[in-house]
């Protein structure tokens, strides 16, 4: 074989793959807008088709089931998070306030990007067991694992520098903590608004703010850092 029958081989092999990766997106995009109209639980693989004007035949190449699409979304919005995060970490020095940046970042994503924060909620609920994944399930898997590891840094960092309580103990298991806590009361401070101001006479945002108090309270045994 020539070398220029090589070079066009490799060009051609090199144009397929972009072209998959083009398709994948768009089939990815038009799955976001069914899901944020259909919601989770409605959307199937012929309205996504009809989003994105492609075959149902050419999605399933690319999302054999119906979860391989949602898992794939989900990680979509974890490494959106992921960005995040690490964006809002250097900008602070204790390992501290850069748990509680990420923590005020969380929310602000659970507000600008509400189907990530969904499908990321929604899919908390049903662990895929580790034997059972698939490659997309395990991409997620570890996209997961990446998004507390940020966490887990920082209290890592916190425990160094003085700025978090050494009772904290494991840093990843702190994350866990945090994120359990973060999530929980964005979810609170977010459907039940209206109870709370109504019930209670405080605000979504007094909750959040009370929250992040409580947060920064516990990881510092009370002392200020």
Known sequence: MTKSKIISRTRTRARREEDKGKRRELILNAAEKVFA?????GANFGAVAKQSRLSRSLIYVYFPKRSDLIH????????????RLASVAVGSAKGIDQVIAMARAYHVFSKEEPLYFSVIAELETYPIPLPDQNEIERELTDCGKQVLGLVALAVG?????GSVCPDCGDPMLSAVSIWAFTHGIIQVSTSKACMLEDD???TANDAMEHGFRMLRHSLTCGKRA
């Open 157 to 161: 960092k916190g425990l160094e520098d």
């Open 72 to 83: 794939a979304v989900c990680e979509r919005g974890l490494l959106a998070l992921q960005t």
């Open 37 to 41: 109209k259909l919601g989770l639980k």
């Open 200 to 202: 209670l006479g405080v």
